[in-house]
């Protein structure tokens, strides 16, 4: 199996937008049914071996269930505590009849858990709600397959290059809002935010960050990449240097992105040390800039006891 296939964007564009919806609406059934973490942890999504899980959840007093994507049989399969299952088929859907088929599985499962806010976040059709979308209808299951089988990939370096860091620091997770998965690690310090920043950027930055991650393009970077970004933003932070070569910082909002396109790393030599050494690039450039203890942090080959940490005489 080839590290990191074609993943052009304009390939699956439409696949991409209906299943970005798919996720949301479960996104939201798993936000309104787990309790709430720091971060916003609690709402994201963890790869299995088969697609994608929200990991059992459930409100006091009704049943236990998780909700899974399948990208080998393509389909959705929602299933309670006690064995009970229902399953239905991500292909020939639009956004509408998936948000309808799965209120309905939930249903019939005896599971309550409504939406507080039935439409995309931060997406084009923000005004629309779900069950009106009946233009985002495309389910390619090559595409999505490939999809998941690039997440698989690019979870497993970052879980590689976490295990680098001893301080606080987020699973390896998909983020169904954004479309991307991330790993961030934390200095410890809080982060002064205005009061005037919505509720949920103000959780997710609350606290000193270094980001790493990879999504799959968007209308202002339309191709995939990795990507890294420090928050808030040290000053001269875009001075330090990114590796490989292909690497480069990039505006974005009112700060800067380091972006190592998806092909360029596709066409390294050895495109797992490039990524893992981009990452690397970019953490050290945040932390030099913004003071962290990088030594501190340091936990080489995940190893922090001492004695294991120690060489043998």
Known sequence: MDLFPPMPLDEWRDTKETLHRFAQIVGK???ASSPRRNHWWNVAFHLTGRGLTTRPMGRPGGPIFTIDFDFVDHRLVVTTADGDLRTLPLAGQSVASFQHAVTAALSTLGVRAGIAVPRPYDLPDVARPFAEDHEHASYDPALAYRYWLVLTQVSLLLEEFAAGFSGKASPVHHFWHSFDIAHSRFSGRPAEQSAQVDPVTREAYSRELISFGFWFGDASLGEPAFYSYTAPEPARLI??????????WVARDSGHLAVLPYDAARAEADPRAAVLAFYESAYRAGAVRAGWDIAGFACPAG???PL????RP
């Open 29 to 31: 059934i798993r936000l």
């Open 239 to 248: 001075e330090e240097p990114l590796m490989p070569a292909s690497a480069r």
């Open 303 to 305: 190893v922090t006891d």
């Open 308 to 311: 294991l940490a120690a060489p």
